[in-house]
């Protein structure tokens, strides 16, 4: 599964310079989110409490991982929400569904790009 993602080696990519400095608002989020999976926080209870919309709670959770680098997992199913990685228990157990929705979303990608281009082939 892993080799499908692999469009880039790790040595191929930029080098990751996070920021330092966070807004209040990310503060607060990052303060309500607890350290290990144990007792994830629903996604439903931050917004809640943070007064923002589920779209704009995912947005602010990808920006702390992105560019302020902060390990934050999630869970889905019965214990769903978010935590911050403690090990690699827990990264595995945060990042094997982003990879199954990633190799799903690629195949995804190449079905569409495949179609259209056999619709342009047989439209010339």
């Known amino acids: 599964m892993d080799k499908q ?4 080696t790790r040595e ?9 400095n966070m807004n ?6 990052l303060h309500l989110i607890p350290r290990g999976s144990s007792h994830p926080v629903k996604a439903k209870k931050l917004c809640e409490v ?3 919309e589920p779209r704009a709670l995912y947005d602010l959770v990808n ?3 992105v560019v302020h680098g902060i390990g934050i997992g999630a869970t ?5 929400g978010y935590f911050i990685i403690q090990n690699k228990a827990e990264l595995q157990q945060a990042t094997a569904p982003l990879k199954a929705q990633a190799v799903r979303m690629f195949e995804r990608l190449r079905t569409l790009e495949t179609v259209v281009n056999d619709r342009k082939d047989t439209d010339e």
Do not use: D, T, V, Y
């Open 5 to 8: 993602l692999s469009l880039l």
């Open 12 to 20: 191929q990519l930029p080098p990751k310079k996070f920021k330092k």
């Open 24 to 29: 209040n608002q990310e503060k607060r989020l």
């Open 50 to 52: 943070l007064g923002m």
């Open 63 to 65: 920006h702390l991982i």
């Open 76 to 80: 889905r199913g019965n214990n769903a």
